[in-house]
């Protein structure tokens, strides 16, 4: 039996309007709530057991997957009242776990998208008798993430959370959110409290000369959290850039899912998807997007590397690149709207700025309800 930890209580506050009322792990991503291409490869890796360590919208995530038989796993939830940070989150849901103190315990970042050989790092962890084995990633830009230099033997040297200054950039190499812990050593990490587990329980391991091994694989790997990150990462899963085992059609170049309709004379492209109940009219081009289920694009709108929410409405010839428009928005006819921009649930968008809704509504879990009151912001992408 191999066992997990999934984290999963974030806000998802970057991708708001979308997380507004569904949690960032359970964004359709390529047709099918994110987490389900996760939950996939780790069961192909032979993880059993996922206890979800669920806080913001906690509800949501058992509804989706219940006992988790359909994917071939038993899963279980742990409700944080408040959330606990990270590192809180992992020690309250160990309760849950039925490995013994020495066995491995795998634990998951819920945003990431990764080509990661699971079933590798937990058994090198095994094998080399580490406290912790952490997957790294190297990148381009390592502020928005947590530095870790290594040794030449792979041991790990220091864990700097987000650096603030250029001095502290000292490596490429990154936490890609994926962890193998002994089992004894998340026993280890103080209950009932707020703990950041790359703030505080990385740096204090470290400290107290603990065997923290890190393992640099340059493999695919995404973290879904901003709007650009989420359309490339639903892109990527439907041109087969990377695969999942979850992706629920042929890879190609667009996705239609059953009940979607989408007129011959448009053009779908970049690896876009467009759900149930959506429509693509005439001459429209979707390119690198997602359409969520009952949108409509009309006659000759062109979206680019953009969100459209679940039921919302983009007018005919109007432009969209690198946009987000949440549920229930209406973009009226001949807009050309500026990259960056989100479009709040229920907003409209005349011809020429902005303006509320007549009949203002905003989101739910389940879909529209009306009520609220709409805006629209620009915002940095
Ligand atoms: N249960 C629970 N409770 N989960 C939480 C909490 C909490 O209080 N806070 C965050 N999480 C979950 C999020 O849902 C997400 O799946 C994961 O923990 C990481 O949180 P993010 O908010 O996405 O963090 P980040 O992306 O800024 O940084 C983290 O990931 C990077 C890699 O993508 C850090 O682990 C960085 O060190 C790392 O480089
Ligand atoms: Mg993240």
Known sequence: MTEAILLVGGQGTRLRPLTSHIPKPLLPVAGVPFLTHQLARAAEAGVTRIVFATSYLADLFEEEFGDGSRLGLHLEYVSEETALGTGGAIRNAAARLRSAPDEPVLVFNGDIISGVDI???????????????????????????????????????????????????????????????????????????????????????????????????????????????FVQGSADLVRGRIASPALPGPVGDALVLPGARVHPRALLSGGTVV???????????????????????????????????RHASIGEGSVLNAVVVGDGAEVTEGNELPPGLRIACGARLPAHGIRTSASPVTCTAQGIAHSGVPHASPAAH
């Not at 995404?222 to 650009?228: E, I």
């Not at 109940?277 to 390119?287: F, H, L």
């Open 275 to 309: 759900a149930a109940g959506a429509v693509v009219a005439e001459g429209a081009v979707v390119e690198g997007s997602v359409v969520m289920t009952g949108a409509h694009i009309a006659a000759r709108a062109s979206v680019h590397a953009s969100v459209v929410g």
């Open 119 to 229: 079933a590798a790092l937990r058994d090198g962890h095994r094998a080399s008798g580490a406290d912790v084995t952490l997957h790294l990633k190297r990148v381009a830009d390592p502020r928005a993430f947590g530095l870790v230099p290594t040794d030449a033997d792979g041991r790990v040297e220091a864990f700097l959370e987000k650096p603030q200054t250029p001095e502290e950039i000292t490596t490429d190499q990154i936490n890609a959110g994926c962890y193998v812990f002994t089992r004894s050593v998340i026993d280890r990490i103080p209950p009932g409290r707020a703990v950041s587990v790359e703030r505080e329980t990385f740096p204090q391991l470290l400290a107290s000369g603990a065997h923290v091994r890190g393992v640099v694989d340059d493999g695919y790997w995404l973290d879904l959290g901003t709007p650009a990150a």
